[in-house]
Structure formats: structure tokens, C-alpha cells
């Protein structure tokens, strides 16, 4: 795939000396804005790959029933409850309101200022001015430039300003679709040998979870989270200036991005720690989630690439160049040895169960039940006993020897109807005939009588098509 993107042809002598940026998703975004269905479709059947979605949880996520939160259906009233829900309906251009491209636009500005900012000591922890904070707040509203440089502003105002605009949003930065999916990455743990769970988390599958399910998030979410784990994974970084570990910028975090609104910690309870957890683990590895799987950047080339439907010229034309051609005998051949070694595997995974299956049945207790099932395995050539080796394949399992007189009623009764029927398809195949079958002809009939005898090669094999048997036998050229 990278061989087709990496012809630029350019007549600009300007340009030329400029590098040249290529995004290994753009099949990817390509297929999200063209066919968001389909390429919903691709991403979900993979997440459900990795973590288990019952029913309801997965039209959660879909979209098709409306999220079940903790804390949704209790007729509690706190303090904290009532206060959270009086901030969001004082909603204004940027602060309370749906994000929106414009409202990303003005936080931006916030956080490419902290960007210059990281080693003030307890950022993000240590609350700034509150007077300073509404004269900034109301700038941002009313979609002003602000220059955050000019010393009229702290560092403090600006990050507990940023966090107070994601707390004001109508729903969590990761949407409360995801928040089942969220608890279910956490719980995505490695096993030991004897295929038992363990406490130690499966990091690549994580990240992996994590990849497709930020590949749905509606798009100006996944902007916005982008910007804001970069500037969490710079802060944790310098955290021997600021004192701000991944851990604790977490802490400071996950209510605003991941919790679902109007909830306490009460009725969260044992999902805090998987919650601040899983922000933990965004932080840390923000640099490879924004990156789509390569089998959903290769399933996504495919999708063009591989009909003339949706290609270009200019794509068609790159495939059909020698550079592509070269590659497709290998990704054949690659594909072959994969095919083999699956195939392996799973017999010889299939011939250790039936060992195992023998010897347990040869353990047991002498009874009219284990000389039945010793008789099951007997009338089945493919069952292995811990003595045998590993049985022939079909292809290459020799046939059971037959009778002089069955071969005769074989070859009489049956040669005619499968030529009748060979000869109604438009390309018929020549007749494959057995080896013993050649010798029986042979010396059966003379070298007049196979005048109608014609020697193909196909794929080193010789191939005969002679006289039927029974046109032999009526001519009185074959006795038995």
C-alpha cells in the first residue's frame, strides 16, 4: 500500500522542495464521510472482536437505545447534582452549549497557551483567579481574539478554565454511547498458560479497543480529545517541574471527559478506579490511539482500490505499474504460508483432542458403554490412538481395493452417464481415470481398439480418454 502513494508528480518548481506529507488513513476518513454506515459497520464488528457487548449495550453504542447510566434512575438530589445541573443551563456561545467547530476553535487558544506553560507547579490541581477566569470566559463567548501572552492572565487561570468548559458540556467529551465499552477495556486482562484470567491488563488489546472506538466518536469529540491527551501526555512529561503524573492528571480529568453527567461518586462506586484508570492509560499512550488498526486502513484501500467502481485513472494506473505487480506474487505467496500454517495448527490441535479423548476412554472402567465407544473409534479411520501417527490426508489416502467383476460393473453402468453429462457443458474436461483403470485397458483391448485414446498433459499428470467399456464388451474385444 505504500508503494501505490509514493509517486508525486509535481510541475511546480516552488513546491518541489517542500516535503510531502501523506496520511495513512485517508482511505479510512474517505470511507467515514463517504459511507459512514459502512465503515460503522467495519469498526464495531472488531470492537466486539476484542470486548464482550451484550444486546443492550451494543444498540447503546450503535446508537439505537438510549444509554442506561448509573445514577440515571435514583431520586437522589445532592448539593453536587443540583449545582452541575444550574451551571449547564446557563448556556452560552462556547461554555454549556453542543460542541461545535467554532467552540473548538476558541479553546484552542487555551490550550496552545498551556502548551508554553508546563512547569507551573500544580497545574490543573491548583485553582486560578475566579475574577480572571469570568473575564476570559466572557471573551471566549463572545468569539474574541485573546492575547493570552500579554501577562494579564496565569497559568492556572487558563487550565482550571479549560477543564471548567469540558464540565459544562451537555455530555462527557467521550459521549455516554461509550461508556459501557470504556468499563469493558479496562477489564481486557492477559491469560497465563493454562488459559486462565490474570490481573495483569492486555495493553496491546487496549490499545487496540481503544483505536477503533475513538474511530466513532463524532468528529469534533475526536478533535478535541486528540488536542487535549496531547497536552496531557507533554504535562505528565515535565511532571519533575509540575508535579503532575499521568495518574494524577487523571484524577483531575475523568469527571469531565468520562464520567456520565449528573452522577456523584456515590453512584459510580466500583467503577471509579476502572474509569480514572482507563484516562490513566489514554494519557500514556495518546500517541498511538489516533491511529486506525492496519487491517481497517487495508480493508479501507481495499474498498477502492480494489473495484473499478470506486477507483480513479490515476489509481488504476498505479496499479497496473510494475512496482504493484511485483508486489502481488508476494502478498500471494504470503498468504499461501499463512493459509498452511493455519491449517497445521488446527489439525494438529484437532489429532491432540482425539488422543486425549482415546486415553480418557481407554481409562475407564471396564463396561458395556467403553467397548461401545472403543467400537465407534475403530469404525472411524480418522480417530488417532496415542500409538498411531498422523493419518494420510484424503487426497493421498490409497482406495480400497475392489473386485475384477465390480470394476467391470463400475466402468459399464456409470462411464456412459458421466460422459452424457460432461458432454452438455460447454468446455468439457477430459476424464480422469485411475492407474489401474489404464492398465486394465491395456490388456484388455489392443492398440486398434484404442484408436479414440488421446494423451493430455495438464499440470504434469497424464490424463487418457478411451473408448467406453461397454462399446468393448459389445464388440466382443473383452473377455472376463
Not at 469498526?43 to 450503535?62: C, F, H, K, W, Y
Not at 461554555?95 to 479553546?107: H, K, N, R, W, Y
Not at 459501557?180 to 477489564?187: E, F, M, T
Request: net charge positive; hydrophobic share 35%.
Amino acid at each position: 500500500s505504500d508503494a501505490i502513494c509514493n509517486f508525486v508528480i509535481c510541475n511546480d518548481s516552488s513546491l518541489r522542495s517542500q516535503p510531502i506529507i501523506f496520511n495513512p488513513d485517508f482511505f479510512v476518513e474517505k470511507l467515514r464521510h463517504e459511507k459512514p454506515e459502512v465503515f460503522t459497520e467495519l469498526v464495531v464488528s472488531n470492537i466486539t472482536r476484542l470486548i464482550d457487548l451484550p444486546g443492550a449495550e451494543l444498540a447503546q453504542l450503535m446508537g439505537e437505545e438510549d444509554p442506561k447510566l448509573p445514577g440515571a434512575n435514583s431520586t437522589a438530589s445532592g448539593f453536587f447534582r443540583s449545582l452541575m445541573s444550574l451551571k449547564r443551563k446557563e448556556k452560552g456561545v462556547v461554555f454549556g452549549s453542543p460542541l461545535t467547530e467554532e467552540g473548538i476553535a476558541q479553546v484552542s487558544q487555551l490550550i496552545e497557551y498551556l502548551h508554553k506553560n508546563l512547569r507551573a507547579e500544580g497545574l490543573f490541581r491548583v485553582p486560578g483567579n475566579s475574577i480572571r477566569q469570568q473575564i476570559l470566559k466572557d471573551a471566549l463567548n463572545s468569539g474574541t481574539d485573546i492575547d493570552l501572552d500579554s501577562g494579564d492572565f496565569h497559568s492556572n487561570d487558563v487550565a482550571t478554565l479549560l477543564k471548567m468548559f469540558l464540565g459544562e458540556l451537555p455530555e462527557p467529551l467521550l459521549t455516554h454511547k461509550h461508556f459501557h465499552a470504556h468499563l469493558k477495556i479496562a477489564d481486557l486482562t492477559l491469560f497465563d498458560e493454562k488459559g486462565n484470567k490474570t490481573s495483569t491488563p492486555d495493553k496491546e488489546r487496549q490499545i487496540e479497543a481503544l483505536q477503533l472506538l475513538f474511530l466513532i466518536l463524532p468528529a469534533p469529540n475526536r478533535s478535541l480529545l486528540k488536542l487535549l491527551l496531547d497536552l496531557l501526555y507533554q504535562t505528565a512529561k515535565k511532571q519533575d517541574k509540575n508535579k503532575m503524573s499521568a495518574h494524577n492528571l487523571a484524577l483531575m480529568f475523568a469527571p469531565h471527559i468520562l464520567w456520565p453527567r449528573n452522577v456523584t461518586a456515590n453512584d459510580l462506586q466500583e467503577n471509579i478506579t476502572k474509569l480514572n484508570n482507563g484516562v490513566t492509560f489514554m494519557i500514556k499512550h495518546s500517541q498511538k490511539l489516533f491511529k486506525a488498526p492496519a487491517y481497517i486502513r487495508e480493508c479501507a484501500r481495499l474498498h477502492y482500490l480494489g473495484s473499478r467502481a470506486h477507483t480513479s485513472k490515476d489509481d488504476l494506473d498505479l496499479l497496473t505499474s510494475p512496482a504493484s505487480k511485483e508486489l502481488q506474487p508476494l502478498k500471494s505467496q504470503k498468504r499461501s504460508r499463512l493459509d498452511t500454517c493455519h491449517q497445521e495448527e488446527t489439525q494438529q490441535r484437532t489429532e491432540e483432542a482425539l488422543k486425549e479423548l482415546f486415553r480418557h476412554v481407554h481409562n475407564m472402567p471396564d463396561s458395556a458403554k467403553k467397548k461401545k465407544l472403543i467400537r465407534q473409534f475403530n469404525k472411524h479411520p480418522t480417530a488417532l490412538t496415542p500409538g498411531s501417527g498422523v493419518p494420510t490426508s484424503p487426497a493421498v489416502r490409497r482406495t480400497r481395493s475392489r473386485s475384477f467383476s465390480g470394476l467391470i460393473k463400475r466402468k459399464v453402468l456409470g462411464t456412459p452417464v458421466i460422459l452424457e453429462r460432461k458432454s452438455r457443458d460447454a468446455t468439457p474436461e477430459p476424464e480422469r481415470v485411475s492407474k489401474e483403470n489404464v492398465h486394465l485397458l491395456q490388456k484388455c483391448g489392443s492398440p486398434a481398439h484404442m484408436s479414440q485414446a488421446k494423451l493430455k498433459s495438464l499440470d504434469g499428470r497424464k490424463e487418457v480418454r478411451c473408448t467406453p467399456l461397454h462399446t468393448l464388451l459389445s464388440a466382443g474385444n473383452l473377455t472376463c
